[in-house]
Structure formats: C-alpha cells, structure tokens
C-alpha cells in the first residue's frame, strides 16, 4: 500500500523554492519590509 505523500524535491522546489518567489511579488514585499532572511 503506497501513501499519501510521494515527495519529489524538484516539484517543491518549483512550487515553492527561491525562484517561484522571485517571479512573484514575495520577495520585494519582504525585502521593502526589511527581512533578514527572504526565504528558506
């Protein structure tokens, strides 16, 4: 039997790695706001 979650880095990573952030407006709000750290 085969659970739920089937990881797959390169699709998080599509999902919700450094570059998706940076085609969406993320990261200048983040930056504008002063972040130290603009993502994970």
């Known amino acids: 039997?085969?659970?739920?979650?089937?990881?797959?880095k390169r699709k998080k990573a599509k999902?919700?790695?450094f570059f998706s952030?940076?085609?969406s407006n993320v990261l200048k709000s983040?930056?504008?706001k002063g972040r130290k750290i603009l993502c994970k």
Not at 1 to 6: C, L, P, R, S
């Open 21 to 23: 952030r940076k085609n």
């Open 30 to 32: 983040r930056r504008k």
């Open 15 to 17: 999902k919700h790695g």
């Open 1 to 8: 039997m085969v659970g739920t979650y089937q990881p797959n």
